[in-house]
């Protein structure tokens, strides 16, 4: 019997370090200064003229965990790469970061991912209105990459 407790209290904190460590791996990095990334950024894409992609999101949220992964492996992923600075803010449960989003005219209330897309003077040149990648998850790889392929032509 106690040797059921003690493996019963090793599963339980196990568990727990899982989750924990899983909830720390998500897109978004909760603990960064997303403000000092951003201007961090804008200085960096001044020599490339590149514009930076400022992608809204939360680790809960499954459409973003989504976009992130169609930026990293699928056909958008090179699409993304050539064309634009990536900077991920965490909005968490609506309640961080949502300063920058407003002050880009990114409504979040439509629903995340959602994105802005900026000069490297900071003015944005797109901004998404409605929740566009909202559904990133029905969208699959090939809406992803039409989107931004979309976007990508009329960035400058």
């Not at 056909?75 to 949502?98: C, E, M, P, T």
């Not at 490297?120 to 990133?136: F, H, I, K, M, W």
């Amino acid at each position: 019997m106690k040797l059921l407790t003690i493996f019963k209290s090793f599963l339980f904190t196990a568990l727990l370090l899982w989750g924990q460590a899983y909830a720390a791996t998500g897109p978004y990095d909760e603990s960064a200064d997303a403000k000092a990334e951003l201007h961090i950024s804008l200085q960096e894409v001044q020599t490339t003229s590149k514009p930076v992609l400022v992608v809204f999101g939360a680790n809960w949220c499954g459409d973003c965990k989504v976009l992130d992964q169609a930026f990293k492996t699928g056909q958008s992923a090179a699409l993304i790469q050539k064309n634009f600075k990536v900077v991920k803010v965490n909005v968490g449960r609506f309640d961080r970061n949502v300063d920058i989003a407003e002050g880009y005219g990114v409504p979040l209330k439509k629903g995340i991912p959602a994105v802005a897309i900026l000069a490297p003077s900071g003015t944005p040149l797109y901004v998404t209105q409605s929740g566009e990648l909202a559904d990133a998850r029905k969208m699959g790889d090939s809406g992803i990459y039409e989107f931004f392929a979309k976007i990508a032509q009329t960035k400058n």
